[in-house]
């Protein structure tokens, strides 16, 4: 009985004081929003079979290109990413066949 009562106790005691551990923690800092910092543009670019796309160029980090696209038979809406470029360089996007891209940029990567 005694034993039980010494381990309970120890447990008792690494609970409190890890939970002080935790409480006493300071708050992690917010990272800036790298989304402010990019500055993009688009050139619509047409493929070889008359498939539409982009080639987004951005600023101020690394960046992978997206497109929205609109098939033009249904009206559906979907997205499409490209490859991840470094500031500066290019990120080039294709829609399918059947759509046009109604929105290109950059997002944060």
């Not at 800092?29 to 493929?47: F, K, Y």
């Not at 600023?59 to 609109?70: A, E, K, L, P, W």
């Not at 990413?81 to 950059?106: E, H, K, M, P």
Request: hydrophobic letters at 35%; glycine letters at 16%.
């Amino acid at each position: 009985m005694q034993a039980r009562q010494r381990v309970a106790g120890a447990v008792a005691a690494l609970v409190l004081g890890a939970g002080g551990l935790l409480t006493a923690a300071p708050p992690a800092a917010a990272a800036p929003s790298s989304e402010t910092a990019l500055s993009c543009s688009a050139q619509l670019i047409t493929g070889s079979a008359g498939h539409k796309g982009a080639n987004i160029r951005c600023t101020g980090g690394s960046f992978t290109g997206v497109i929205d696209c609109q098939r033009t038979d249904t009206g559906y809406t979907y997205r499409h990413f490209g490859n991840r470029a470094g500031s500066g360089g290019t990120s080039t996007v294709w829609c399918d066949l059947t759509a046009r891209v109604i929105y290109a940029g950059g997002t944060p990567s």
